[in-house]
């Protein structure tokens, strides 16, 4: 079953449990044979029924310890801006979809998610155009993310501190 | 009541006489602590510790996606960085967990597996105010001297949680008073793309190695070592 996975993190995002639960956006993934739709919701005050979409097979929760397993079984993952989630998603080799919440302003968390959208890591909305992206993206432009390189710090630090 | 008169001005004159001898003496110690500074700073490109041994780390692990990012980072170390003293903030409690099986899957490849686990109070909670962030750090240093000195680490390892900062004061202090060299290695988080975080700023001039993720931010901060991403 196509999955789309939805998280918050440890904050809250009401606005885009909102918009992704609403008729339009439901119809626009199933549309693209999206079947699932599992939501993390964190703090927030919007914890949709799982008959509430009549479409699509909808299960939510507010925290676990892990979301890779989510993660892992996602076709999709829609993520707030926050680092943690976004790398965690692309380490996973998801396609990810950030959507920006644009009341949150200044959040330096957003630059990475930024910087990671221009070098086409990922694709980048806001609440508003999230049933627009959903509807006209094209998962094929995105690039591969590779996993960061502890060991050339490793190399550094030896050959900086002379450890053998 | 002359005698009491001439008494008091003969005093105030010695109370002058100290209060500026005091202030030549200040002065100096000031002037000695600033070239010291300096002098510890500079030279710590130049220090191998791993060259006598192995190295003492003190590791600062933040909490949540700092702690993440250091525990990949401390993966890639070999056995030669022992043994290893992980600071968390006393708030936090998602930290330890991660440490303790990061470091119980470690000790398989490495029979000689040391670490251990101090608590400091947190210098900053997240969104706390920058006044109060000032009170807060200097009741963290008050503990961070005490951890410091004891500990003797030869390089301190973090990666931008407000607790660093008070735990390179007192690593730098330990330098300045000529009892120990102690490296400073900053890795700005891979969040970071364009600024630097506030313990990124404070940290960037005193630090011997100061790591940026992302090329924009090596551009603007010469100093800084860029290897790509490395968490």
Redesign the interface.
Known sequence: MKTVFVTVG?TSFDELIESITSPETVQALTARGYERLVLQVGRGSLVPAADSSPHVTLEAYRFKDSIAEDIEQADLVISHAG??SC?ESLGAGKSLLVVVNDKLMNN??L??A??LHMDSHLLYCTCSTLTETLRTMDLSVLQPFL????????H???K????? | MCFGHFWSSGAAVAVMAFLEGAVYAAGFICLLFIIRLYYIVKTG?SY????KGP?AVLVVAGS??HT?EIL??M????A??TPRHYVIADTDRMSEEKICSFESSKQNSDSESQFSICRIPRSREVLQSWSSSVLSTLHALRFSLPLVFRLRP??VLCNGPGTCVPLCVAALLLGILGMKKV?I?Y?E???????L?LTGKILYPISD?F?V??S?LRDKYPKS?F?????
């Open positions: 440890t680092a943690g790398l330096h968390q630059e990475m930024r910087q996993p960061g390189q502890p060991k050339n710090f490793a550094f630090l030896d900086a501190l002379g450890v053998q | 490109s191998k510790p791993g060259a190295v949540g996606g993440t990949r980072l993966e890639s170390l070999s030669g960085y030869d390089v490296l290695v890795v988080s891979i969040c970071r793309v364009q600024t975080s190695y790591f993720q992302w924009s070592i290897l790509g991403r490395i968490v």
